[in-house]
């Protein structure tokens, strides 16, 4: 027996022990559970007076002692039926935001409703869904987290439909009250927002950013559509991309702001980051630093995102291009044979595309109350600067080998000729 116990995982071996200490002695066991991870050997009768689903396995084998009942579909595996099974015996548990949603999931696949025991744990899992967690954001992430490995089945249940629209709910109460205390008088006695006030209200951008991809774009859509304000959502997102497509060693520019820099030899799940986080973006023109679009552009690039993607952060670009430096413009090109060091193409059509803007009032509507003061068309000292970081560039792709004249003329002629009060000979 010792040596065929020396073989078992540690995991299984103190979990047997745990469970030895509340389980019936000096009973008999009639009935072995075995689920994903685990081997449970109890008796019937607490089980079946809770569990409807078992009751009905336990049924079919009336004519043996011993039940072997398989639950390999059980959601959660070994960890979870192991709370259900303390519940079985009547060993108190704490349920809390780290188990709940897994406590809610087992109790609707065992059946453990009502109809089978009062007060039986499908009913206490959902008082403390509704009444604890559905109160506390931390709480409800915390939550959606614990979902992640209980899908389709936390989804079918609600939970994580519930847990977002309380995420949303709860920061928008928490903008309105920052916004109530940066409201202060002018010199004149008008009342105006102080804009350059910390919004103590966005302090659930870090909880966030530990949710995988889709549940995060779920509730940044949530929080859309109840109205949280753009720069917080942008606040956000830029967070969230800094978390999960930066390298530490890499990532950090210690003359600004932290960049999205690119990620080599990333799989698809960059990619769909990427994608996300730019279809995610605030209609407003300004809400996103241009470092970090430009890093966004660099990813998309790499990472093949699809071309909706990249000519979206290539349009909110533009309208920023003024305050861009050559190291933004910089961007490597997916180097194959008789490629430019440098991706030439897209930089062209970002110049372009701000030459052009006021001809394209309707890409970019911005309809927000946080609107930008800044005029649709460039003026003439943003082209100035633009004209000047085209020089700049074109200084720095000349020596490319790879870089075919007519491209070289055309990042040339993308600003317009009044931009250049001087050229220094360079054409």
Sequence with gaps: MDKHHSHLPLAKCSRQQRYSEWVFRDVPID????????????????LVSRSGRIQKL????????ISMVGLLSLPGGAESFELAAKFFY???????AANVAELCCVSDYLEMTEEYSKNNLGSRAEEHLEVVVSKNLEMCVEVLKQCENLFPLADELKIV???????ASKACVEQIASSFSRLEYSSSGRLHTNRQAKCEGDWWIEDLSVLRIDLYQRVITAMKCRGVRPESIAASLVNYAQKELTKKSTSWNQSSQPKVDVVYGSDNHEKVVVETIVSLMP?????????????????????????????DLERRIRFQLDIATLDDLLIPSIRNAGDTLFDVDTVHRILVNFSQQEDSDEDIEDVSVFESKSPTSPSQTALFKVAKLVDNYLAEIAPDANLKLNKFIAIAESSPAHARTIHDGLY
């Design 31 to 46: 009935i072995v559970i075995v689920v994903n991870g685990g081997t449970f050997s109890l008796h019937k009768f607490p």
């Design 161 to 167: 439909t519930r847990c977002i629209d309380a995420i």
């Design 58 to 65: 336990v049924a079919g084998h009336r004519d043996s002692d």
């Design 283 to 311: 209609v407003e023109k300004l809400v996103v630093p241009i470092n970090i679009l430009f890093g966004l552009l660099r990813n998309a690039v790499m990472l093949d995102c699809t071309v909706a993607c990249r000519l």
């Design 90 to 96: 009547g060993v108190d548990f704490e349920i809390t």
